[in-house]
């Protein structure tokens, strides 16, 4: 399973970017089944953390938010492609960091399985 990402970029404080990651690999020529996708980001020196998470589950999908983005940034998902989007907006120049993708994706064969892309650099400007 690869993920791609795409849409970082270099931005002033207050403008908006939109990430795109794109779920592909064997798995979808078979019965698989999406859990959940989401967005985590690292800035330099810091620890890895969750921004977005977008999970399908039985009851209704549910989604998460870090409290200092919620109000800014939002989280969808294009299952027909297997896609997340997450669009960020009133960006801040303690959003800086590199945003990763992940997905959690259920096959007969594997299980549920955690991915990772290889991350896009968002950096915002004072």
């Known amino acids: 399973v690869q993920l791609q990402a795409s849409g970082g970029g270099l931005v002033q404080a207050g403008g908006s970017l939109r990430l795109s990651c794109a779920a592909s690999?064997?798995?979808?020529?078979?019965?698989?089944?999406?859990?959940?996708m989401g967005w985590y980001r690292q800035a330099p020196g810091d620890q890895r953390e969750l921004v977005a998470s977008?999970?399908?589950?039985?009851?209704?999908?549910?989604?998460n938010y870090a409290p200092d983005v919620k109000e800014r940034f939002t989280i969808s998902r294009d299952d027909a492609m297997n896609m997340v989007h997450l669009q960020m907006n009133s960006l801040k120049p303690q959003d800086t960091a590199v945003y990763f993708c992940?997905?959690?994706?259920?096959?007969?064969?594997?299980?549920?399985?955690?991915?990772w892309g290889q991350g896009t650099l968002v950096t915002v400007s004072s």
């Open positions: 992940t997905a959690n994706i259920w096959t007969p064969g594997t299980g549920s399985v955690s991915y």
């Open positions: 690999g064997s798995f979808s020529g078979s019965f698989y089944r999406i859990n959940s």
């Open positions: 977008h999970l399908t589950a039985a009851s209704g999908d549910r989604i």
